[in-house]
């Protein structure tokens, strides 16, 4: 399984940002995927999670509100769409895909300027 992750960049606070994740696999739609995030100096926490369908999503308190996380099993694509963007979100994004073993893309920045 091969994730890509693309869509970050530098933004100032209360900008918005849309996150990609593309995966190689046939079967894009029996994996559960999701965002974390790691800030420099700090641990990888979890953002936001989707379930197969779609059908589900779950957030960090932290950015419930102003991220939305969705996908497009027809084109293998993950998205997280993040407003109202403040500079304690700052962090490499990491998208995983989950069935049976968790597998990681290779993470994309973010940086928000106050």
């Known amino acids: 399984v091969q994730l890509q992750a693309s869509g970050g960049g530098l933004v100032q606070a209360g900008g918005s940002l849309r996150l990609s994740c593309t995966a190689s696999?046939?079967?894009?739609?029996?994996?559960?995927m999701g965002w974390f995030r790691q800030a420099p100096g700090k641990e990888r926490e979890f953002v936001a999670a989707?379930?197969?369908?779609?059908?589900?999503?779950v957030y960090t308190d932290s950015v419930k509100g102003r991220f939305t996380i969705s996908r497009d099993n027809g084109r293998n694509t993950m998205y997280l769409q993040m407003n109202s963007l403040k500079p304690e979100d700052t962090a490499v994004y990491y998208c995983?895909?989950?069935?049976?073993?968790?597998?990681w893309g290779q993470g994309t920045q973010v940086t928000v300027s106050s």
């Open positions: 989707i379930s197969r369908s779609g059908g589900r999503t």
């Open positions: 995983y895909a989950d069935v049976q073993a968790r597998y």
């Open positions: 696999v046939r079967t894009f739609s029996m994996y559960r």
